[in-house]
């Protein structure tokens, strides 16, 4: 700027001191004296001042003039183009009257388009959109806004119809996909990194999901019946998970512990962003019935063998500490607290925390017969809780450490004993079970075993399962584990700490918190088939297996169906007696 006006303030300054030296002449000059007054110089200085100035202001014109006729023709290059964007686009004044549109926003929106003029009133429709998709007048329009710092609003419309009609296409043949394996009898398959069936949906609309959910929770290992002539099949598959390579296609017998059915199985590997494996996704068919060409061996299912009896002398592996003190490490109130009855009622000693952080402090400042160690934990799970306590430096470091998990399978029980763990249960609790384990490792008592056979005594020799939402089966050997009060206290619990996840759920979906999906519906899948909730229950191990394996479509698919399953869960509590009150339901 000042580069710009310096001559004009060096030249008007000398024009300003020619015409004061003239002037102090002119004051100064004799009147008397024949000579004139010697002005005529300052006054051509003067003169020659003024010119330059004039010349200066000429050129600064000029220039001027070019600026502006260069500034004009790139407003008018800029608004030629965006007349002829393909994109729709309208500038409206802070009160939100047209100032300016190009011809396609006029096109784009119809009729409407048509009699837009200057002046007038944003249409309220496009007002209060914004990152929306609008059918208008056949087309499918996307429409935003934006508001300037002036408080303008800029109005964007752009045609999507072509991508529309993509989509369609997209959804059409993926519809003809799913009809095409309708009709071979086909269903679709995940595994998770231990290659467990982790999640089996058919679609035949003639298949019920529960003639697959046998699958689910299995390694191939665990199902397939075993012989001479499905061993190199069978080996060829595990040889190609254990790869992570795509699965070759395989005809198998896989026995659901009633009959065997052949499976034709394929797959490829799954891996998340940064290159982790995580487990198969593939496409089979398999027949509903049948019986294999040969006498197929029944295979091993995920049942966990007997231990073995105590020796004579009564020796046990547990600490020389107090043999009939038990730590339970569970983050579930209603479990958490269910264990620690049934514990006591079995005569023993029972502490309870609440996370693998807790288990590691109190296992290091007490001696404990047993720990009961959940493995799913916020802040440090059972896992790296027991690596912890098999590193401490005294001999608490050998204490048992029976894992407490509602994943009940072989490879979940490998995976446990080798972390550090000496066995493995499931849950819901099995009551003699955890007596037997125990036993074994802490040590029985009279009192125990009079508990155990008056248990055996009271109960049926095999429950019939229920058809319903709710197993009483389930419920009525709760109340023989742990007492009726507490029981009903129990499930109240348990039916709030459920409400409480519903609303948690969706939340952590719609902020991608994929793992707090897992976390939760594992959680809600443990307590629900701790009180017998056998939809709730099964839906929530398909919600867990979903979530785990990374797939947030079909978890969100699964959590829109939770609340109408958990009304169904309640009205069932209800009719036994249970209900929250009104203020606690917040299904």
Same mark, same amino acid.
């Given at each position: 700027m000042y580069r710009r006006f310096w001559p004009y303030l060096v030249v008007s300054a000398i024009a300003f001191l020619s015409l004061l030296t003239a002037t102090?002449?002119?004051v100064l000059w004799d009147k008397a004296s024949d000579a004139p007054p010697p002005v005529v110089p300052w006054f051509l200085v003067t003169l020659a001042s003024a010119a330059i100035l004039i010349g200066l202001a000429i050129r600064d014109l000029g220039q001027l003039q070019t600026a502006l006729a260069r500034a004009k023709g790139s407003r008018d290059r800029l608004r030629d183009g965006l007349h002829h964007l393909n994109d729709g686009m309208a500038l409206y004044s802070p009160d939100l009257h047209l100032e300016w549109c190009n011809d396609a926003y006029r096109a784009l929106l119809g009729a409407e388009g048509?009699?837009?003029q200057q002046g007038d009133e944003i249409p309220e429709w496009l007002d209060r959109t914004a990152w929306e998709t609008r059918r208008v007048d056949g087309r499918w329009l996307w429409i935003d806004r934006a508001e300037l710092i002036s408080g303008a609003v800029v109005s964007i419309v752009r045609d999507i119809t072509d991508r529309k009609q993509a989509e369609a296409r997209l959804a059409d043949a993926d519809e003809r996909y799913q009809h095409f394996l309708s009709a071979a009898g086909g269903w679709i398959w995940e595994s998770d990194v231990l290659h467990r069936f982790s999640v089996v949906i058919p679609v035949r609309p003639e298949i019920e999901a529960t003639d697959l959910q046998w699958m689910v929770g299995h390694h191939l290992s665990e199902l397939v019946s075993r012989n001479d002539e499905t061993n190199i099949t069978f080996e060829s598959c595990l040889q190609d998970?254990?790869?992570q390579?795509?699965?070759?296609?395989?005809?198998l017998w896989l026995h659901d512990g009633r009959q065997a059915r052949s499976v034709r199985l394929t797959g490829v590997p799954r891996f998340d962003p940064a290159g982790n494996f995580l487990g198969y996704r593939g496409i089979g068919t398999y027949a509903t019935a049948g019986i294999p060409p040969h006498e197929a061996a029944k295979p091993r299912m995920s049942q966990p063998a007997p231990l073995p009896r105590r020796e004579a002398d009564g020796a046990t592996h547990s600490l020389n500490g107090d043999v009939r003190r038990v730590l339970v490490a569970?983050?579930?109130?209603?479990?958490r607290t269910l264990a620690e009855s049934i514990l006591k009622r079995m005569g023993y000693r029972v502490d309870v925390v609440e996370n693998g952080h807790e288990a590691v402090a109190a296992v290091g400042g007490n001696r404990y017969a047993a720990v009961l160690m959940d493995i799913w934990m916020p802040e440090m799970d059972g896992l790296e809780a027991t690596a912890a306590i098999r590193a401490l430096p005294g001999p608490e470091r050998d204490v048992p450490i029976i894992a407490m998990t509602a994943h009940a399978g072989r490879e979940d029980r490998q995976r446990c004993l080798e972390a550090g763990m000496n066995e493995h249960i499931g849950k819901p609790i099995d009551r003699r079970r955890l007596a037997e384990v125990l036993e074994h490792f802490a040590g029985g008592s009279a009192? &125990? #075993?009079?508990?155990?056979?008056?248990? &055996? #005594?009271?109960?049926p020799a095999e429950p019939e399962p229920?058809?319903?939402?709710?197993d009483d089966a389930v419920i009525a050997e709760l109340r023989d584990d742990a007492g009726d009060a507490l029981v009903d206290e129990l499930i109240l619990t348990f039916m709030r700490e459920t409400n409480e996840r519903l609303t948690r759920i969706p939340e952590a979906l719609a902020s991608d918190r994929i793992d707090d999906v897992a976390a939760d519906a594992h959680a809600m899948k443990s307590s629900s088939g701790t009180f017998g909730a056998l939809l709730l229950e099964r839906l929530a191990a398909d919600l867990e297996a979903a979530a785990m394996g990374g797939d947030a479509g079909r978890a969100g698919a699964l959590a829109e169906r939770l609340p109408a399953i958990v009304e169904t869960t309640w009205q069932a509590f209800a009719e036994r007696g249970y209900a929250l009150k009104p203020e606690e339901d917040g299904s």
């Open positions: 102090v002449e002119i048509e009699t837009l998970m254990a790869m390579r795509r699965l070759r296609e395989a005809t569970e983050d579930g109130l209603t479990n009192e &125990a #075993d009079a508990l155990d056979r008056e248990a &055996a #005594d009271d109960a229920s058809a319903g939402p709710v």
